[in-house]
């Protein structure tokens, strides 16, 4: 099994809806949380960082960890066709941050 | 800020091949990671320099090597290539506990 587990999807969304991406993870020392945007052929984009269970908005974007259920979401209000891509989770623990284990991606498609 | 920069971006080679590519990090970054993305595993931590030594090593054969130099700046080898190492090669630097990753080098292995 692996440490963390991701919906490779493909996802298909009209313009416009919210969209909600997850990851689940095993290893309860993992402490540091990211989503990374990888557009095709491009390397990957921080979006979101978050360190403690809870929200964290920024924009049309909002990351939510829950350490007690080792689960964790970002959700893409109001979605646009520029925000295709596929979206990467990623999550080190504390003394390792140099290490990131990553989702496998979910591919996203949003159409006008 | 200059983001960061991967030399070549994309290089075919045949099989038992030896390979190097360059990353420069974010200036002032002294931390960089490289990284292998494949459709079939994903992203994958090969390894991670700190001013000049390696502190942290994925699971990938001896065959994947790297070096850091003074200026932070990081090379990677990969010495006698084989099929499965075709993949996208990311290099990252990093700001405290934040990643940033660079464009990758296309690897072909034919």
């Known amino acids: 099994q692996k440490e963390v587990e991701q919906d490779p999807g493909p996802l298909s969304v009209p313009e416009g809806a919210i969209v909600s991406l997850n990851c689940t993870y095993s290893?309860?020392?993992?402490?540091?949380f990211m989503w990374y945007r990888q557009y095709s052929r491009k390397g990957p984009e921080l979006l979101m960082y978050?360190?403690?269970?809870g929200n964290k908005e920024d924009g049309r974007f909002t990351a939510q960890v829950d350490k007690s259920s080792k689960y964790i979401s970002l959700f893409i209000r109001d979605s646009q066709p520029s925000d295709s891509a596929t979206y990467l989770c990623?999550?080190?623990?504390?003394?390792?941050?140099?290490?990131?284990?990553f989702g496998a991606g979910t591919r996203l498609a949003v159409h006008p | 800020k200059a983001g960061v920069t991967q030399t070549p971006r994309y290089l075919i080679k045949t099989r038992g091949q030896q390979v190097t590519l360059s990353c420069s990090p974010i200036?002032?970054?002294?931390?960089v990671s490289w990284y292998q993305q494949t459709p079939g595993q994903g992203l994958q931590f090969l390894f991670e320099?700190?001013?000049?030594?390696?502190?942290n090593k994925g699971n990938f054969p001896g065959r994947f090597s790297g070096r850091q130099f003074s200026n932070s700046r990081s090379e990677m080898n990969v010495s006698t290539l084989e099929l499965g190492d075709s993949a996208l090669y990311l290099c990252?630097?990093?700001?405290?506990?934040?990643?940033?990753f660079g464009p990758g080098t296309r690897l072909l292995v034919l």
């Open positions: 290893n309860s020392a993992f402490q540091y």
């Open positions: 320099y700190f001013s000049e030594t390696q502190r």
């Open positions: 200036s002032g970054h002294r931390s």
């Open positions: 978050t360190y403690s269970s």
């Open positions: 990252a630097s990093r700001a405290q506990e934040t990643q940033y």
């Open positions: 990623a999550m080190t623990p504390s003394d390792g941050y140099n290490k990131l284990i």
